[in-house]
């Protein structure tokens, strides 16, 4: 007997899409709060950035310029890349979208790492292909789980680097070797979200490899060391032929006109962007040490937040209950498989120091 549909169906796969949870920012009435759960910049946006603004009022008739040419021409200039291999996109989780529509389709599989971005496996379900995850090791992403979880029908690889929520990373020579052992019709997207806060000799966020490969794309975004998360806006650089496929995809007018002007300002303004890691560079190494002291577990981490591990998800839970009550908002990670764990992004001093007091109190180190 045929059923008669009542309503119409989403196309397969997008019942199974478990919606992305936002951080928070709820706290009592009467307390001041403090979000610290989305990885926002603590210092804040460019001048420079604000300034250009200033005039967007002025036109708001007009569409954007849909190929974003200016902001892409201020990110080649300030990265040595050639703007024709940039596409920009509103937020790099369109990119990222963008990229699952173009190269996925119904039957495919794409790779993501175990405690990887939640959104991979979202845009890959929306594009009606199966998220495998390849496990990691002691939360770090593994090169050979990796090449393990690839099939014939495998056509995308999903890697953080550093990957959020672990703040771990992988040093460029493993990426190499990730992408030498794909077969050549697999895209690797490296997601270097967090790329200009990494201070580690070995790492890199992959221009090289994109230059080098046919197969690797990178994404990157203004929402964290930029701090222009209201805006939306982030970019991807690629091989020639990838940014024809994305262009033919992409929303027209994807990025709106005030995003692009102020990511333009802000990418010119390097002695924002240092001032901004000098704090978290700081700041990153005062927290970790801290909290390591009071006997929590802590990954090193190459982004801009830690991952806090108290070992117990009832632990964790009170302490979360607790930073919340003082307007202190973590972020809980169950989601990424981490229920035991919050997720702590570097803020100001001033609050970086309370949630640090909070937490001895808690562990009952004062
Ligand atoms: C924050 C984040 C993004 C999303 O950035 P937007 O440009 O704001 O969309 C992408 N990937 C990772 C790993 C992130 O943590």
Redesign the pocket.
């Known amino acids: 007997m045929n059923r008669v549909p009542t309503h119409p169906a989403p196309a397969p796969g997008i019942l199974d899409i478990a919606a992305y949870v936002p951080g928070g920012s709820t706290v009592p009435a009467g307390v001041e709060p403090h979000k610290l759960s989305s990885?926002e910049s603590p210092v804040g946006a460019s001048p420079a950035a604000r300034a250009a603004l200033e005039n967007v009022g002025d036109a708001l008739q007009i569409y954007p310029d849909g190929s974003a040419r200016a902001l892409r021409e201020a990110i080649g200039e300030v990265h040595g890349l050639n703007p024709d291999n940039i596409v920009c996109g509103n937020?790099?989780?369109d990119l990222l979208s963008l990229t699952a529509t173009t190269y996925l389709k119904s039957g495919d599989e794409a790779v993501h790492t175990e405690h990887g971005?939640l959104?991979y496996p979202i845009v890959i379900r929306a594009a009606g292909a199966t998220p495998v995850v390849a496990r990691e090791v002691e939360l770090t992403a593994h090169v050979d789980n990796i090449l393990a979880a690839v099939t014939g029908r495998t056509r995308i690889v999903f890697l953080?680097n550093p990957n959020?929520p672990t703040g771990t990373w992988l040093p460029i020579s493993e990426v190499r070797r990730l992408q030498a052992g794909l077969p050549r019709d697999v895209l690797l997207v490296l997601?270097a979200?967090y790329a200009e806060y990494v201070r580690k000799n070995d790492y890199e966020a992959g221009i090289e490899l994109v230059s080098s490969c046919p197969n690797v794309v990178m994404t990157r975004?203004f929402?964290?060391i930029h701090g222009l998360?209201a805006l939306?806006i982030?970019w991807l650089y690629a091989p020639t032929h990838v940014v024809d496929a994305l262009n033919r995809v992409r929303g027209p007018f994807n990025v709106n006109a005030a995003a692009q002007l102020a990511a333009a300002a802000a990418v010119r303004d390097r002695d924002h962007v240092a001032r901004s890691v000098l704090h978290n560079e700081e700041w990153i190494g005062k927290v970790t040490d801290a909290l390591r002291n009071i006997g929590l577990e802590i990954p090193a981490s190459a982004g801009n937040f830690v991952l806090i591990r108290f070992g117990d998800e009832t632990m964790c839970s009170a302490a979360d209950a607790m930073l919340t009550e003082r307007g202190y908002v973590l972020r809980r990670v169950a989601a990424y498989g981490l229920a035991d764990c919050l997720r702590m992004t570097i803020g100001t001093q001033q609050v970086n120091e309370a949630v640090i007091a909070a937490l001895e109190e808690f562990m009952g180190w004062s």
């Open positions: 990885n937020g790099s989780d971005f959104y953080a959020n997601d979200a975004t929402s964290k998360a939306r982030g």
